[in-house]
T-cell receptor, first 116, second 118 residues
Framework: AQKVTQAQTEISVVEKEDVTLDCVYETRDTTYYLFWYKQPPSGELVFLIRRNSFDEQNEISGRYSWNFQKSTSSFNFTITASQVVDSAVYFCALSGSGAGSYQLTFGKGTKLSVIP | GAVVSQHPSWVICKSGTSVKIECRSLDFQATTMFWYRQFPKQSLMLMATSNEGSKATYEQGVEKDKFLINHASLTLSTLTVTSAHPEDSSFYIC??????????????FGPGTRLTVL
């Protein structure tokens, strides 16, 4: 069975602060994929990143960066110099690979509030 | 980019009525679509996997007679909530899987449908 844990339910930061959202996963698959999605108040999921289990390189995209560590089964997400527009619920998700295994298991989400 | 639409975006209905939600992949074919339900301030929970031309696969605890899924074409899946009750009020989100052919089949999410049952 797959499981994704986002221990932080809600986080509040002041604008321009850096913030890290934690994600820990469990899976028995040797090949799997990890995701982060943003869900603003409108409800529509916004895809942020997909990382496969063989690629442990950290990734940076503008103010966003991701730290994937297989040794600790973690895939943390950092927003640098946070902005009010970053306020949303962020979900970490996991899927297996191979035929019929692409369904996503979501964490419970972390609500980020960026205060001006 | 791949686009998935849902219709309606929101619906209010009386208890006991049935509601149909459509999920369409607009610019790609999707042999597999997924239906999720999200209660307020909670995560997305997979309800069922919809496969074109065959019966849907429901997750444990989801009543297949209550949540009817039809995947009649490669671009359309429908979810019908039959005899809806207030506890069915939720945000329903679909996703469509685009075949990449090599490594990974990407999923694209629809904008969601907010159902309120009075």
């Amino acid at each position: 069975a797959q499981k994704v844990t986002q221990a932080q339910t809600e986080i509040s930061v002041v604008e321009k602060e850096d913030v890290t959202l934690d994600c820990v996963y469990e899976t028995r698959d040797t090949t799997y994929y990890l995701f982060w999605y943003k869900q603003p108040p409108s409800g529509e999921l916004v895809f942020l990143i997909r990382r496969n289990s063989f690629d442990e390189q950290n990734e940076i995209s503008g103010r966003y960066s991701w730290n994937f560590q297989k040794s600790t089964s973690s895939f943390n997400f950092t927003i640098t110099a946070s902005q009010v527009v970053d306020s949303a619920v962020y979900f970490c998700a996991l899927s297996g690979s191979g035929a019929g295994s692409y369904q996503l298991t979501f964490g419970k989400g972390t609500k980020l509030s960026v205060i001006p | 980019g791949a686009v998935v639409s849902q219709h309606p975006s929101w619906v209010i209905c009386k208890s006991g009525t049935s509601v149909k939600i459509e999920c369409r992949s607009l610019d790609f074919q999707a042999t597999t679509m997924f239906w999720y339900r999200q209660f307020p301030k909670q995560s997305l929970m997979l309800m069922a996997t919809s496969n074109e031309g065959s019966k849907a696969t429901y997750e444990q605890g989801v009543e297949k007679d209550k949540f009817l899924i039809n995947h009649a074409s490669l671009t359309l899946s429908t979810l019908t909530v039959t005899s809806a009750h207030p506890e069915d009020s939720s945000f329903y989100i679909c996703s469509a899987e685009r075949l990449a052919g090599v490594v990974y089949n990407e999923q694209f999410f629809g904008p969601g449908t907010r159902l309120t049952v009075l």
